[in-house]
């Protein structure tokens, strides 16, 4: 039996390769923004804002940190950048109110903490303008699929197909530190499914889900903040 010409593909691989090729710049997907307003806002020159989420011990809902560092670093760049504080400095800078064990659980428990006259003080010789209180999660929401590996003398691959569907979700709330009141709140929801393809190699297409709320956020608060439109 003759050999395939070659640099040549089985028809079967053809066919496997066309059906990948949308696949692999990335998984599809779909993010949302909504916003509320309750007041209006805008900064001058010299204030900042930090962002923060839940760090309460125990926590078993804990917002991922890395995802308020990419809020945080995503707001200090690019159009209606930001001045933000990071969040390290600031809990070191308002200590003990937002260590762990003693920071609040829920965004509903910073009026009377903002009230509180030392903290206030603090706050105010800082510069901050706004606090933004992040909630919320990315999670594995749907699977299918398979997949096999194999090893043999000849030998070794894997062979089979596998997706996975994630949903992140947040919501922003936005507290004007002056006055100890909500601004606004701004949600950010997305959705995507990553892919595995395997035959022989696995190759991973995932969906950035959890980078897509994290921009869409950061976009939107930026222009909140600022009393602007989106860039």
């Known amino acids: 039996m003759s050999s395939p010409a070659p640099g040549l593909l089985a028809p079967a691989r053809w066919l496997l390769l066309a059906a990948l090729v949308p696949m692999l710049a990335g ?16 900064m001058s020159a010299g204030e900042a804002i930090v962002v923060l989420g839940r760090r309460s011990q125990p926590a078993t809902a804990e917002t991922e940190l890395d995802f308020i560092s990419c809020v945080a670093g995503k707001m200090t760049g690019g159009a209606n950048q930001v001045n933000v504080i990071p969040e390290q400095q600031f809990i070191d800078a308002t200590f003990p ?18 009230d509180h006259p030392p903290l206030a003080s603090r706050l105010e010789r800082m510069g901050l303008k706004y606090l933004v209180w992040i909630e919320g999660s990315t999670e594995q929401t749907d699977s299918g699929g398979s997949l096999s590996c194999a090893v043999t003398p000849a030998g070794g ?27 606004g709140r701004i949600s950010s929801e997305a959705i995507g499914t990553s892919y595995m393809p395997a035959v022989i190699v696995p190759i991973p297409i995932l969906a950035r889900v959890r ?21």
């Open 27 to 42: 998984g599809c997907v779909t993010a949302t923004v909504q916003e509320v307003r309750e007041a209006d806002t805008g």
């Open 211 to 231: 980078a897509s709320a994290c921009t869409a956020l950061a976009d939107q608060l930026k222009a909140f903040v600022n009393n602007e439109s989106p860039g």
């Open 97 to 114: 109110w937002f260590e762990p064990r003693t920071a609040p659980a829920h965004a509903n428990d910073l009026p009377k903490l903002l």
């Open 157 to 183: 691959g894997c062979f089979g197909f596998l997706s996975w569907e994630n949903d992140s979700a947040y919501e922003a709330s936005i507290w004007d530190v002056e006055s100890g009141t909500a601004a």
